[in-house]
């Protein structure tokens, strides 16, 4: 797997760099985004551009399609091993894992999946940016948060401090 996931990192990158090196530029050259991303330099350019956007779509989508098929895979057998279990505690404390991760898996792949596999026309430049910034800042900051909700002395935390704010 290791040998597999070397190889399709090799040839994502390699999909990317070869399309974006088969564009001509010839017009402005200051890029609408936060960071020099993929889909931005493709606006950039001034030859046909479809190739270029859809062959890193399309090896982008397959890589996330597989790593989430492996993702789901795992999860089937976790469940399995969960559903055995004889203490609805450890029962609880293992779903609790689980959704925590599940979480941060969703809303990364599902921002990943919006911005670098869905065609380009469904969505404008400046929500391009918004989801962007959500994957590459939002994102690895809500992740301590999402899995420290799993202990119980944050949740209280967590509840009692709403409760003053609503209160006050």
Same mark, same amino acid.
């Given at each position: 797997?290791?040998?597999?996931?070397?190889?399709?990192? $090799?040839?994502?990158?390699?999909?990317? @760099?070869?399309?974006? +090196?088969? =564009?001509?530029?010839?017009?402005?050259? %200051?890029? *609408?985004?936060?960071?020099?991303?993929?889909?931005?330099?493709?606006?950039?350019?001034?030859?046909?551009?479809?190739?270029?956007?859809v062959?890193?779509?399309?090896?982008?989508?397959?890589?996330?399609? $597989?790593?989430?098929?492996?993702?789901? @895979?795992?999860?089937? +057998?976790? =469940?399995?091993?969960?559903?055995?279990? %004889?203490? *609805?505690?450890?029962?609880?404390?293992?779903?609790?894992?689980?959704t925590a991760?599940l979480?941060?898996?969703?809303?990364?792949?599902?921002?990943?999946?919006?911005?670098?596999?869905?065609?380009?026309?469904?969505?404008?430049?400046?929500?391009?940016?918004?989801?962007?910034?959500?994957?590459?800042v939002?994102?690895?900051?809500?992740?301590p948060?999402?899995?420290?909700?799993?202990?119980?002395?944050?949740?209280?935390?967590?509840?009692?401090?709403?409760?003053?704010?609503?209160?006050?």
């Amino acid at each position: 797997i290791l040998i597999l996931a070397y190889v399709s990192s $090799f040839l994502n990158a390699s999909s990317f @760099t070869i399309s974006f +090196y088969l =564009l001509l530029f010839c017009g402005p050259n %200051r890029v *609408n985004h936060f960071f020099c991303d993929f889909a931005p330099l493709v606006e950039l350019s001034c030859s046909d551009s479809s190739i270029a956007s859809v062959v890193p779509s399309f090896t982008g989508g397959s890589i996330i399609v $597989f790593t989430v098929f492996v993702i789901a @895979t795992s999860y089937i +057998y976790i =469940l399995i091993t969960i559903l055995k279990m %004889r203490s *609805n505690r450890g029962r609880h404390k293992a779903f609790s894992t689980c959704t925590a991760h599940l979480t941060a898996v969703t809303l990364y792949f599902g921002t990943i999946t919006f911005v670098y596999v869905m065609p380009k026309s469904t969505f404008s430049t400046d929500q391009n940016k918004v989801v962007s910034v959500f994957y590459m800042v939002v994102i690895p900051m809500l992740n301590p948060i999402i899995y420290s909700l799993k202990n119980n002395e944050i949740k209280g935390a967590l509840k009692r401090e709403l409760g003053r704010k609503i209160l006050s």
